[in-house]
């Protein structure tokens, strides 16, 4: 599902990948084995991180979209599209029109196992993946040993220093793009304020959770469910799932657990990602006193992931990825919205939030090698969007 197929004169199309030069990156390793490329882009941003020799600006209307880009594939004829995201709306129209002409469509996201993976898919990410989710699908597979990743050497401060430089140029140059619009806000200065934010919090959170790991690992052990929350934005959950916020999430857990009556805690963590933007803790001990339970609920922010995992009782997500690495620390995991891992056998697919608190089934490790193995060798690639190119993409390389 990952493999890109012949690069040699082909024509291709990046359509606004990631904040930063990855696109520029693979746009030059193609064009030297043949391809002809093309990048488009919807801001200033898009425009800094390109080569300016193939760059095509869109600066219409959005509702203007789907025929530009239309004519753009038959007129230039784009055999292969490569875009990052699938719910924003410029990469879901130029989606549903490619298929109609049959244009190769190669979606990139995050990595769905991390570190060291980013994912890349034909089609669709997350929810709109083509990958089987039926049980008898992966049971048949072999199970062989999966090489171990590379180390890729992400670069927080590429990560950073790339996402400022494109708000900001963004925002400086945005008469230039008069109808562009963000999937999020699209404010430099909001950014750049919740990046400082950020960065101050997690500097002072460890020094007043420095206690819970070992806490989490010793009286804490097995005596408490986990609950990862998703950033306030995130697709998977506005898309993906019956959720339009994260406070209802908060809220449908609250309830149910109270109505468990069990003696068990409740440990929230907040994603990083959202460190500078959001806080749920009051909300959190604000609607667990009114259910009476604020004594067995505990929220976290930057306390150690795997510690987490490895200690719950079992782990309530709606579709994060940290679901599967809960799997992979054997620890019982529900999902309450549509995620590519709830497989029975894995996951307690199908069974009530209700009940989950007191009956968990653990996943099954044969299965759960087998699908990992296949996640890897078909949708994930072993490179960085902030540090090594996916060795897939190099060997395109001229010897």
């Known amino acids: 599902m990952n493999d890109i197929g012949t690069i040699k004169h082909k024509n291709i199309l990046f359509l606004q990948g990631p904040m930063g030069n990855f696109f520029k990156k693979v746009d030059d390793l193609f064009a030297k084995q043949g391809a002809t490329t093309y990048k488009m882009g919807f801001n200033m941003g898009d425009s800094f991180f390109s ?4 760059y095509i600006p869109y600066r219409d209307k959005p509702e203007n979209f789907s025929q530009f880009i239309k004519n753009f594939l038959i007129k230039q004829r784009i055999d292969k599209i490569f875009l990052f995201g699938d719910c924003r709306f410029y990469q879901r129209t130029a989606i549903k029109t490619a298929i109609e002409l049959n244009v190769d469509i190669f979606v990139f996201e995050e990595g769905y196992i991390r570190p060291n993976y980013i994912t890349m898919e034909r089609y669709g990410v997350n929810d709109f993946s083509k990958i089987s989710r039926e049980r008898a699908f992966y049971e048949k597979l072999d199970l062989e040993e999966v090489p171990e990743a590379q180390n890729v050497h992400y670069s927080q401060f590429q990560m950073v220093s790339s996402a400022v430089l494109y708000y900001l140029v963004s925002n400086i140059f945005q008469k230039r793009y008069p109808h562009y619009i963000h999937h999020r806000d699209f404010s430099a200065m909001k950014e750049a304020f919740f990046g400082v934010r950020s960065f101050i919090r997690k500097l002072i959170y460890p020094l007043f959770e420095h206690q819970y790991k070992k806490i989490v690992a010793t009286e804490l052990s097995k005596k408490y469910f986990f609950v990862p929350l998703q950033t306030h934005n995130d697709f998977q959950v506005l898309e993906h799932s019956e959720y339009k ?6 809220i449908e857990i609250l309830e149910s657990f109270a109505h468990a009556r069990t003696s068990a805690w409740l440990v929230f963590k907040h994603h990083p990602v959202d460190r500078g933007r959001k806080n749920y803790t009051k909300f959190i001990k604000e609607q667990a006193k009114l259910l009476n339970i604020e004594k067995r609920v505990l929220v976290l922010y930057d306390t150690h992931l795997p510690t987490l995992l490895k200690n719950a009782i079992g782990t309530v997500t709606i579709n994060s990825t940290v679901g599967l690495s809960s799997l992979y620390h054997n620890t019982p995991t529900i999902t309450l919205g549509n995620a590519i891992y709830d497989i029975e056998g894995l996951t307690c697919k199908g069974m009530r939030l209700d009940d989950f608190w ?4 653990s996943p099954d490790t ?3 090698q087998k699908y ?5 060798e078909n949708t994930q690639l ?4 902030y540090g090594k190119l996916p060795k897939e993409f190099q060997v395109l390389k001229p010897q």
């Open 372 to 376: 990992k193995k296949f996640l890897i």
């Open 358 to 361: 007191h009956k968990q089934d």
């Open 366 to 368: 044969e299965l759960l």
């Open 382 to 385: 072993n490179g960085s969007f």
């Open 245 to 250: 916020s994260v406070e209802k999430f908060i």
């Open 51 to 54: 080569n300016h020799t193939n």
